[in-house]
């Protein structure tokens, strides 16, 4: 972007870019975003920045004067650039992978250039109704029942405090008005998950005051999953105690492994016990799109509340959250308070919906366009297939691993999701935790490849999870191949030494 002979001037001291070198910047940068994604195999997917390179390269003040366009385009490319981890790169298979598409980033463009606010249904009726119709499509897509009702949120962990918001003020009424503190009729609420749950549930009873120590870990099973009767037993102690159960949360794709916890019995414990059930699929979700699949899902229709995360594994990127609800009045006897100055413009009525009313957020931008773009660029059936073919890609690299005998699955593979190990046989406990670290941090490094580790029944192991539209069964060779290679490249220097 750097050395142009037709170079924007710097803007005047007031208004706009005018409309023709806007024009010539953006495409421009239609240019830059299409190179990015169609060499972004060229480069090195972790930088080799330390902590406080790009600040040092930033200027440290606001400039007084504008600047040239052409001089922040450059440090785009010259300060920013090197220290980006290039997220939508095949061969990253951190965490979910990362669902950057085109449709998607058109419809990024187009939001941006309308700036909306999804406030009321009047300060942006197509922002609201194309939620609407957004919501019931990934309802329609993942196969939950028409008795849930959908809002979207930035992230899992922010629909995961409003489930348990409306759950906290089933549990004790009037806790939005009185609050919590003094209350002789408050006993200590209590929330419970397996051990392999997502740690956003105890941010949220961090955020709604209930507290970080009454989250309930509940063992999980040989396969990551939460026991039920385990469940049972610490709801008993709990009541027992004094303490006043109030919700629990289900994982259908836990975060390590992508196991699925016994939804179904769970929310029999949740029936007998009176408890709210908070399903998180904000992963596995994306399994009910494909009907062979979708079993997983079974008794999730029978939650109170379940986020899906459509920015994890639906082709929508960052951010998408949907929280569904079976009772979203209780959500806005919680949230709707509609300040003075919109009183004029709020709820139509009763005519429309005003998303404001169903969480904390006021100004809501308008997120439900990129889902639209892409879910229509791709259709369905192309959902279908890159979910299918992800767990496919999740199928071949497990294959690898069990034809590598100095190699174990660490858990059942499950959805797009392997979790594996490099366990020589003559090696100590201690000393494969140690590989297997080493080898993450080297492939990392590489810039070829990055996985993630974690740890499961106390023993380190590697970690890769597919979710990119544009990563292959040549991708997986490549890091697969990788990884043999820093295994191979440690045990000959380990012989070398002996
Ligand atoms: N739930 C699960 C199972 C997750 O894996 C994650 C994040 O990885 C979350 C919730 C939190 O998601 P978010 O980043 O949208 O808050």
């Not at 009763?350 to 773009?373: C, E, H, N, P, T």
Request: aromatic residues 6%.
């Amino acid at each position: 972007m750097t050395d142009r002979a037709d170079a924007t001037p710097p803007l005047s001291l007031l208004g706009d870019l005018p409309a023709d070198a806007l024009r010539r910047e953006l495409h421009r940068m239609a240019d830059w975003v299409a190179d990015y994604r169609e060499r972004i195999e060229d480069r090195a997917i972790v930088p080799t920045v330390r902590p406080g390179d790009v600040t040092a390269g930033l200027q440290q003040h606001v400039p007084e004067h504008a600047e040239p366009l052409a001089n922040v385009l450059r440090d785009l490319d010259d300060v920013v650039m090197p220290g980006i981890v290039h997220w939508g790169h095949p061969a990253f298979l951190g965490y979910f992978g990362s669902t950057s598409n085109g449709p998607a980033l058109l419809g990024e463009i187009a939001a941006a250039a309308l700036n909306v606010s999804a406030m009321t249904w009047k300060t942006s009726p197509a922002a609201t109704e194309l939620e609407t119709v957004v919501l019931q499509w990934v309802r329609e897509l993942v196969g939950l029942p028409d008795t849930f009702t959908g809002v979207v949120y930035d992230t899992a962990s922010v629909a995961v405090l409003h489930a348990l918001a409306a759950a906290r003020e089933l549990a004790l009424p009037d806790v939005r008005a009185r609050g919590l503190a003094g209350r002789r009729d408050a006993r200590v609420l209590r929330a419970y998950a397996s051990d392999q749950a997502h740690s956003s549930l105890e941010k949220a009873m961090v955020m709604l005051g209930l507290g970080e120590q009454n989250v309930v870990r509940v063992e999980s099973d040989a396969a990551f999953r939460l026991r039920p009767d385990a469940l049972r037993a610490a709801i008993a102690a709990d009541r027992a105690s004094g303490h006043h159960p109030f919700a629990v949360v289900a994982t259908v794709g836990t975060t390590s492994t992508a196991s699925v916890d016994p939804v179904r019995d769970i929310a029999d414990v949740c029936a007998e016990e009176g408890l709210w059930l908070h399903v998180d699929a904000a992963y596995g979700g994306a399994m009910g799109v494909l009907p062979e699949r979708r079993a997983l899902l079974d008794g999730v229709e029978r939650a109170d509340s379940v986020v899906v995360n459509a920015h994890k594994w639906l082709f929508v990127p960052l951010d998408f959250s949907v929280l569904y609800v079976r009772r979203p009045e209780l959500l806005r006897e919680v949230f709707a308070l509609t300040p003075e100055y919109l009183r004029g413009d709020a709820a139509m009525n009763g005519a429309a919906i005003d998303y404001m009313d169903y969480g904390v957020q006021l100004g809501r931008r308008f997120r439900a366009l990129k889902a639209w773009m892409v879910f229509r660029a791709f259709g369905r059936s192309g959902i279908e297939a890159r979910v299918r073919e992800h767990c496919r890609l999740a199928g071949v690299f497990a294959d690898c691993v069990r034809a590598e005998p100095a190699f174990e699955l660490a858990a059942p593979p499950s959805m797009s999701v392997v979790c594996f190990r490099c366990a020589p046989a003559s090696m100590s406990a201690a000393d494969v935790d140690a590989l297997n670290v080493a080898i993450v941090e080297a492939v990392n490094a590489s810039g070829e490849a990055y996985l993630t580790h974690t740890v499961l029944a106390g023993r380190a192991a590697m970690r890769v999870g597919f979710g990119n539209v544009l990563t292959t069964e040549r991708h997986v060779a490549e890091v697969w191949e990788r990884i043999r290679a820093e295994w191979r490249r440690r045990s000959n220097a380990d012989q070398g030494a002996r």
